[in-house]
Every structure is written in structure tokens, then in C-alpha cells.
């Protein structure tokens, strides 16, 4: 009796130690996988508050929530099963899918800049004012909702990319994980920053001397903080789109992009030899971005020869 307990106990451990290297396996493969998304988490954050700009103050946090919710379904209901399903049945899929999401995120950011440039995004602004706020947060809502999916399905390709080599649960276990992380994460931030103006008002008018001194910086900071965060959005949606279908073309035997990419990165750092690994993520950043502002504006050019086509049928 007493062996057969001991064997028992020594059962159990060994599931316990399984099951902790498991968790540590998970864990681990979760951050890898958070950083190789950093790009594109960085971008969700960026745009997400752009969609609060123009609505009532007491709408900020609900819209958000609605966001995140939004966000959080795309992942773990619409996502997370296509991606398990697509990296069993059809894993030459991953990286044609990603090239899409990243031109789609190049044609994003390329029109944004069009629209900055010729003045529709005044003119948007100015229809915006016309319409009653409901429909107007409706219309919000939604286009954050699917910018969110096209953002989102990029952190869980890329997560599962980092995981394919990884068993079925490990699998299901590292999406799920990084899907709610990354929504926490991004949402919590961008509601942060879009309360932070009622933040200062709060301190200017209960705060002491110190209270009300950071309260005059986040009321004057914020405004300016949102515009630098949309010129950010912009330059990332370029950069982790760029990046995307850079690495794409790569796989499928086009190297011409990257080495184009490399070869500027190494060259600015023969010429400027300070901090060259600081050096050479910034200009491959910059050259990243240049592709997909050029491969976005050759979308654009595109959907506008085609646009007069349907107007026509």
C-alpha cells in the first residue's frame, strides 16, 4: 500500500513539474511573441485615440470600451480559430496573409498623408461636424473595430509564426494569452491618454501646488501629445507595413527590398559610427516606411483608376 502511495505521489509530482514547464513554456513563448508584435501594438495604440477626437468628453470611455471589446472579440472568437485552423491546414497561408494586412496597413497610412496634404481630412472634419454625434460614434466604433481586426490579425500571425513549431495547446495557450494581453495593454494606455486632459482639470482645480502645476501641463499637453500621436500612428501603420511586406517578398524569393533596406542601414553606420545598432534600426525603420509609403500610394493610384470603372457598371 504504502509503495503503491508513493508511486502515486511520485505521479503527481512529475505532472506538477510537466505542468510547471508547460506554464514556464507558455509564458516564455508569450513574450517572444509580444515583442515581435511591438510594431504593430505600437501602431493600435497611436490610432486608437484619434477615434475619440471630436465626441463629448462623457463619451470617451465608453466608446473605448466598446473598442476593446470589439478588439478582444476579433482575437479570441473571430482570430485565434483561424489562425489554429490555418497554421494546421494551411501554413503556406501565414505569410501571404500578412503581406495583405500589411499593404492594406501601407494603403492606411499613405491615404492618411493624401489626406493631410490636399486638405480632405479638413473636409472630412467638416462633414464629421454635420452629422449627430450618435450616428457619428457609431460610425467610429465601427471603423476602429475594423481597422482593430486588420491590426489585430497581424499580432496573431505574427504570433503564430513565432509558435508554429510549438504543440497544439501551447498554441491555443500563447494567442489567447497575448490576444488579452495586448488588448489590456493597448486599450488601458489609449484610455489613459484620452482622460488626461479631465486628469489635469481634476488637479488645476483640487490639487496643491504641485498637483496643480502637473495639472496645467496635461491640460496643455494633451492637445499637442494627440497630434504627435497621430502623426505617429501614420509612420508606424508605413514602418510595420513596410517591414511586413518586405520579410513577405523575401520569403517568396524577392530579396532586392531587404538588401536595399540592409545595405542603407550598414552604410549609415560606416558614416555615422555612434551607437550603430540605434543607427541602424533607424534608418531600416525609415527605409521600411518609404516602401510602404510608396507601395501605399501605388494602391491609392489603383483604387482610383479602378473607382470610375464601377461608377460606370
Not at 511591438?38 to 468628453?57: F, H, W
Not at 460614434?137 to 482593430?148: C, M, P
Not at 513565432?162 to 495586448?182: D, E, H, M, P, R
Not at 488637479?203 to 500621436?229: C, D, E, S, Y
Request: proline letters at 4%.
Amino acid at each position: 500500500m504504502a509503495t503503491g502511495l508513493i508511486a502515486l505521489l511520485d505521479d503527481i509530482a512529475a505532472i506538477a513539474k510537466l505542468a510547471a514547464a508547460s506554464l514556464d513554456d507558455v509564458g516564455a513563448q508569450t513574450a517572444k511573441a509580444s515583442i515581435k508584435a511591438a510594431g504593430v501594438v505600437i501602431d493600435d495604440t497611436a490610432v486608437t485615440p484619434t477615434y475619440v477626437v471630436g465626441l463629448s468628453p462623457s463619451r470617451e470611455l465608453p466608446i473605448i470600451w466598446r473598442i476593446a471589446k470589439g478588439s478582444l472579440r476579433n482575437k479570441l472568437v473571430f482570430l485565434l480559430p483561424a489562425c489554429l485552423l490555418m497554421g494546421t491546414f494551411v501554413p503556406w497561408l501565414i505569410t501571404p496573409l500578412l503581406m495583405i494586412g500589411g499593404t492594406y496597413l501601407c494603403f492606411e497610412g499613405a491615404e492618411k498623408i493624401h489626406s493631410a496634404l490636399s486638405g480632405h481630412g479638413h473636409a472630412d472634419a467638416a462633414a464629421a461636424a454635420t452629422i449627430d454625434p450618435k450616428t457619428l460614434e457609431e460610425q467610429k466604433v465601427s471603423g476602429a473595430i475594423r481597422t482593430d481586426f486588420i491590426l489585430s490579425a497581424e499580432i496573431m500571425a505574427l504570433t503564430l509564426a513565432g509558435v508554429s513549431t510549438s504543440n497544439f495547446a501551447t498554441q491555443v495557450a500563447v494567442l489567447a494569452a497575448v490576444g488579452i494581453l495586448i488588448t489590456v495593454a493597448v486599450y488601458g494606455v489609449v484610455a489613459f491618454i484620452v482622460k488626461a486632459d479631465d486628469i489635469g482639470i481634476h488637479l488645476v482645480a483640487t490639487g496643491g501646488r504641485i498637483g496643480k502645476t502637473v495639472g496645467h501641463g496635461l491640460v496643455k499637453g494633451v492637445p499637442v501629445f494627440l497630434q504627435i500621436l497621430a502623426v505617429v500612428g501614420t509612420a508606424a501603420m508605413l514602418w510595420v507595413g513596410g517591414s511586413i511586406v518586405i520579410h513577405g517578398l523575401a520569403e517568396f524569393g524577392l530579396h532586392q527590398p531587404e538588401h536595399i533596406v540592409e545595405g542603407a542601414a550598414e552604410f549609415a553606420v560606416a558614416v555615422i559610427p555612434l551607437l550603430p545598432q540605434v543607427v541602424h534600426w533607424l534608418v531600416a525603420t525609415l527605409m521600411q516606411a518609404i516602401f510602404g509609403a510608396i507601395l501605399g500610394g501605388i494602391v491609392i493610384l489603383l483604387l482610383s483608376a479602378i473607382k470610375p470603372l464601377f461608377a460606370k457598371a
